[in-house]
């Protein structure tokens, strides 16, 4: 059963963590509470979808450093920093590091729900696309060395007959393995083929 996203609140105000439990319990949203960073990254599934409501002063380790550490990681969690009047500085640094955003205390529970909102939507749409990307990987993976050769040069434009001079086969079996490519692909027309090359060649640029 899938999992629904959870809200993670790092935060080492005990009253801080209790109160966002609490409001975001009326509004139905799972939600698990940390201590500290430590704490968080002992817990950490990088499976999870969700988004990370983070203080960004704390002992030991602070959110900065729980930042930097999950970039190193390769997470992609959306973070939403916490701060302080006196944090700006440092909020700005995260938010050059790719933090959503900083909400300053005290802060409208409604603002801080609205950008949660909008956390959990860029998660799940980051989680899509990479789902959507090892499905890609894992068909074009399914194809034999020769159906890996017809599918790059059709990709490429050229014409069957062309195809079979320069694999040394009949254009016969070079309709046969296009054929075999696109029901692997689940492509319909050229258009999507060549659309599917272009994803997997370049996949953070479509």
């Given at each position: 059963m899938k999992q629904k996203p959870t809200v993670f609140i790092v935060d080492d105000d005990e009253g801080i963590r209790e109160g966002l439990s609490l409001l975001l319990e009326t509004v139905g949203q799972p939600?698990?509470?940390?201590e500290s960073a430590v704490a968080f990254l002992d817990a950490f599934d990088p499976g999870q979808g969700g988004c990370l409501v983070l203080d960004i002063r704390m002992p030991r380790m602070?959110?900065?450093?729980?930042?930097?550490?999950?970039?190193?990681?390769g997470s992609t969690l959306p973070i939403i920093f916490i701060t302080g009047h006196g944090d700006i500085p440092m909020a700005v640094e995260a938010m050059?590091?790719?933090?959503?955003?900083?909400?300053?205390?005290?802060?409208?529970?409604?603002?801080?729900?609205?950008?949660?909102?909008?956390?959990l939507e860029i998660d799940?749409?980051?989680r899509r696309q990479m789902?959507?990307?090892?499905?890609?990987?894992?068909?074009?993976?399914?194809?034999s060395d020769r159906e890996r050769e017809v599918f790059e040069c059709v990709a490429e434009g050229k014409?069957?007959?062309?195809?079979?001079?320069?694999?040394?086969?009949?254009?016969?079996?070079?309709?046969?393995?296009?054929?075999?490519?696109?029901?692997?692909?689940?492509?319909?027309?050229?258009?999507?083929?060549?659309?599917?090359?272009?994803?997997?060649?370049h996949p953070?640029?479509?």
């Open positions: 939600c698990a509470l940390f602070t959110g900065l450093d729980l930042q930097a550490h999950l970039l190193e990681l050059r590091r790719g933090a959503l955003d900083f909400i300053r205390k005290p802060f409208r529970e409604q603002d801080l729900l609205d950008r949660i909102n909008e956390a799940a749409g980051k789902h959507d990307r090892q499905q890609l990987r894992d068909r074009i993976a399914s194809l014409m069957n007959k062309v195809i079979a001079l320069d694999l040394g086969i009949s254009e016969r079996t070079v309709e046969v393995h296009r054929s075999h490519v696109m029901k692997k692909l689940d492509a319909r027309t050229l258009a999507q083929l060549v659309r599917l090359k272009l994803e997997s060649d953070d640029e479509i």
